[in-house]
């Protein structure tokens, strides 16, 4: 459906692997869902023959507005007390992600014992930062997925062939280890997942997830999402078409009596994440059973899953007419994009918050149907991603997940290579979101404190300010606009207390800058945060490289300013306290050595793993993949300590990334 990002081309680069599982795409048209039709009708809207994942379509930057944008922006901030408009204090694990449960695999892991270093290392970046990170794996594929004992040659997800609904869904098949995979994940590098009951039969829902997810997560999981997206279970055929919001509600209570009857579920409260409606049913017209109040123990959050547009008619005519991406561009470099998308959702944070639950973006991202070529892969869908999050946390939301689709997505945080023939441990594409979620875990912060205040005042500007027990931390600068000229660069002249506020003046000596930056907003690479990178596509191993370049800037305490400027395009976050850079800015690095290699897979073993950090504490260990070793084809190396240590300092001395370590 609108999150659907499996559709088959004839690509050369797709391998037959990856096939695990193909659900349709839908798409909502004048209030009616439709199922896309199948892969091989289907055109790239680009001309570019390979996955989406890797399409090379550039987009004429947006014209500079005019009038032109304000130049000199001055921001005065209270020294205390904080703004009469900040939102609830916001996780720095805010920003995580959605994993379509199909391809686990591909982006985890083969198997417990085949974790995925450069997956590791992404985790391991956003958690050095918030503490913690957190993934849903799930998606349409959980709907029809049965856990089994074992399944051939080692893996943990395989394709049935029974098939669900009108759609003709095939089943997913999954043993116990792909829990084993996400624990090992989860001790390696703190990540938190949610996870997703089968909903694909009505009144038969296999408590095989909770249970052993329960019994091998343990405090790793946090929430399982009962339904996915019921407001389409009719049109999928998985219900009868007058399947309501009450029918729903029925199921839950249903559901809520068999946990309540399994004494192989021990955790029985907080554990549901309900009811992850997409836009044929309101939130209001599901809070409006009594769903809350009647499961209020069971429920641990409330979602909703949303994306502010849709590219479906790309693939199928009678989706409406097909989008040229350049004519949307602009739209994504405006603020009310998402002002505009989260004021249908304002009812429902205060309504989580009355109830004392979390309100979830269970799954988001650019646009439904794979994103835009050339926008969701470009630098303008990290400035994008970074204002919704930012507009969601504001708002109210607790949390937002942006989906990672297959090879056929434009939007993807991350994309594994291809095939497995390529280079698997190391040839990641790294997209624009996940610099999103990086940056945006910097402006949050790892202490559960922060509160924003949007203060925009240019859509082509957006600005947050940041603070902790009511004194500011950091501000958050947006320069949505592309002019290599620099007339569009604007400063932010920064004043604390003094002024208006009936404050002393109190704006430090000095203040420090990271910036994220690109060339363009239609920049496909070349992306930067404080100078680092994670390379182009097909180029990293999910680790930052590059010298961290922190830009520090003097004030004029006399004059009780700051002034900091904002490029064209730009995001700036300004560190008003080292105490505010310091919590995230990591000085030594964790990160995963690729420990053993077979003909195509490159992993680590975590027990090697366990071992190698016991006696150092993680937190100061840092390993490599060392494509030295890869392009020598070192067959023979084995899971030793001894041996991973040789990577590293082989890795270290050759490409000299450890500035920092
Ligand atoms: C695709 O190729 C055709 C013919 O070569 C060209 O006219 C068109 O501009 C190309 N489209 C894109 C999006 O590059
Ligand atoms: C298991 O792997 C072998 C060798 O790669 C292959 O020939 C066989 O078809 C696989 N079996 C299944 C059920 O996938
Ligand atoms: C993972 O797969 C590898 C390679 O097929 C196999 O040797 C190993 O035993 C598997 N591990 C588990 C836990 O199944
Ligand atoms: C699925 O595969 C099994 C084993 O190959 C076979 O016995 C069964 O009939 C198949 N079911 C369907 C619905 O095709
Ligand atoms: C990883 O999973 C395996 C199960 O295959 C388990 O034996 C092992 O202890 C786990 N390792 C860690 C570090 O949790
Ligand atoms: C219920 O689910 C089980 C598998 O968990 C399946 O064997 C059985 O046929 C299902 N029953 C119905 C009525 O769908
Ligand atoms: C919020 O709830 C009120 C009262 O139920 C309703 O009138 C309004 O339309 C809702 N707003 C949105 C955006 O749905
Ligand atoms: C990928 O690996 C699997 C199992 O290791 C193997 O069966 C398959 O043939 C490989 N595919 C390619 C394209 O090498
Ligand atoms: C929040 O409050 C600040 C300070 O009063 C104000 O500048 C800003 O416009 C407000 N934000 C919104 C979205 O109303
Ligand atoms: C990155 O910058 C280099 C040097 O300007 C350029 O050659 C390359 O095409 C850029 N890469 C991308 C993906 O834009
Ligand atoms: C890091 O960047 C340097 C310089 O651009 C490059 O030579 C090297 O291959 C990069 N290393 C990785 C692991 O991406
Ligand atoms: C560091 O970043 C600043 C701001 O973008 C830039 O002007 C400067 O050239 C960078 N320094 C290095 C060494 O890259």
Redesign the pocket.
Known sequence: MFSSTFLWFSASLVAAQYSVYQPKDQVIFGGTALTLTAATSTAAPSNFTGAAAYDHTVLNPPAVPSPAIPTHVPIQLPSSGGLPNLSYPVNGAFMGFSIEMSVAPQILGK???RLLPPFLNLMANIVERAGWVQVRVGGNSQEMAYMVSSLPNATMLAKDNVTFGVTNTPSLLYTP?LL??M??IS??TNTHWHLGFPFAVSGNVSLAIVENGQSILGDYLLGIQAGNEPDLYSTHGLRPSNYSQYDYFGEIGALVQQIANDSAVPNKNNILVVPSVQVLWSPESVWNTGLVSSYSSSIYALAVERYPNDNCAAKNPAAGQVVNPQDVFIDYLQHNISTNLVASYLNSTAFAHQNGKPLMMFETNSASCSGFPGISNSFGAALWGLDWALTMAYNGFTSALFHVGGQNSYYNPFTPPPTNQTKFGIEWTVGPIYYSALVMAEVMGPHNQSQISDITSDISTPMYAIFENGAPTKLALFNFVTDPTGASTYTAVISIGGGSTNQSNATPSQVQVKYLLAPSVSSKGNFTWAGQTLGDALKSDGRLNGTLNVTTIQCDQTANTCSVPVPAPAFALVFLTSDSFNAVSPTSTVTFPTSVQTRSHFYID??M??TSYGHTGMQKVRGATSSGHLVSGASSLHPSLSCALAILTVTLAAIGVAQRW
Do not use: C, G, I, Q
Request: charged letters at 15%.
């Open positions: 198997n417990s014992t280890d084993y995979t624990s090992n001790r390696l975590p027990n793993l366990a």
